[in-house]
């Protein structure tokens, strides 16, 4: 039994696919009124949603085939490509009911938890989303993001820093798809540089190629070109990483009968395995979200129960002294009244009933005392002032014995 087909109200597109809805739903369940968001900013948990979607950032040389890639992917013309043309900015690319651009602030927008790119000089200008109606393949399910492409020297100028850019977007990307094609191969220092940085935060997410190799029709020289780029590549990230360049291009009806193997399949299984990883760290993470909200809640229930538990025994105290109070009031108003009408004699014998009332006041604090004990009291504290109590009880039945 499949999925039913359905709108969510955070996307305008139906939703087809078990792994689109499950992160739907996710998504939901954390921005919904009292959600985990919502709940975890109340109690300052930190507690941040998950993506809806699988990121890639695809990098590489100066026209590498990143923007062809992106074309051949969405089955749709996005980005313009051309030797010419090079892209000199960030582009988001998704899938979406509307097909739009959005500029920088609504690109900032879109994506709150980027927001160290907000405080970074020249960004917005250079930053920008293309919302696309392409339904092909699992573009539904993935934010394609395009960078400028890498040369050394002045030969192109950036009003920010590409690389700390690309830094900050790898954070959050899922894979990292990086491009060189047989002209540029490995020598661009500045490719290299980023590729160092990258692999030693993030290796997981890196994946080499050999992009546009059907331009190398000759096994020999492919090989050769891939050699080289192997060797450049190898001093750049760890010995324990391995190391696997696949050489991929863009299928069409010229290169049909091309005898160069392509691999360009191996991105798509790539993406595929993403998207699964992706749902399984979301649904671990909404597992722990749940379970760390449980926790803090029922820590403040346990504090809240204990804090009316005290008030009720300081009630519950007050009034045990209110009502004693009133006692000895009263018999002290006896007594006046008794000092005012009997004669000596009759005071003389009534002497020993002020020790009497001393000690009914003794026996009764400490008895209050030791129902009001705390659990944590031990035993022998406790019989210390029983024993005390009975000592007063004591005291008391031998001056009623010396009355009579």
Known sequence: MGVSTRTSRNETLPITDINQFILEQVYDIYNQKYGICEISHIHNLGIAPPKKKIWIMLLG??????????????EETVQKTAVSIETTGFSFIQSGKKKQTLQGPATLQLY?????????????????????????????????????????????????????????????????????????????????????????KYPSKLHFYLSKSDQVPDETDRQRVLIQIAQNVSQKIPNNFSLNIPTIYLPSPDNENNVVRNHIDETLKEIDRAILLKVQSVLDDFKSDCNLIIEVLEKKLLDDKRKVEFISLKNRKGFSDSTFLVFVLF?????????EVAPRM????????????????????????????????TKTHKKEISDQILYSNELLTKQKVNEY
Request: charged share 20%; net charge negative.
């Open 61 to 74: 040389n100066h026209s590498a085939g990143k923007s062809s890639y992106i074309n051949w992917y969405a």
């Open 112 to 200: 709150p938890f980027l927001n160290d790119l907000m405080r970074m000089r020249g960004i917005k200008e250079n930053i920008n989303t293309e919302i696309v109606t392409s339904r092909a393949k699992k573009i539904h399910l993935l934010t394609l993001i395009d960078t400028p492409g890498l040369v050394d020297g002045d030969a192109m100028q950036y009003s920010f820093d590409p690389e700390e850019v690309m830094l900050i977007l790898a954070k959050e990307c899922d894979l990292i798809f990086t491009f060189f094609d047989p002209i540029g191969q490995a020598l661009c220092q500045r490719t290299m540089h980023i590729v160092e940085s990258l692999s030693k």
């Open 331 to 339: 018999a002290l108003f006896y007594l006046l009244i008794i000092l």
């Open 346 to 377: 009759t005071l003389e014998m009534l002497i020993p009933s002020y020790a009497t009332i001393f000690l009914i006041v003794v026996s009764y604090s400490y008895y209050r005392n030791y129902l009001d004990m705390p659990e944590t009291l």
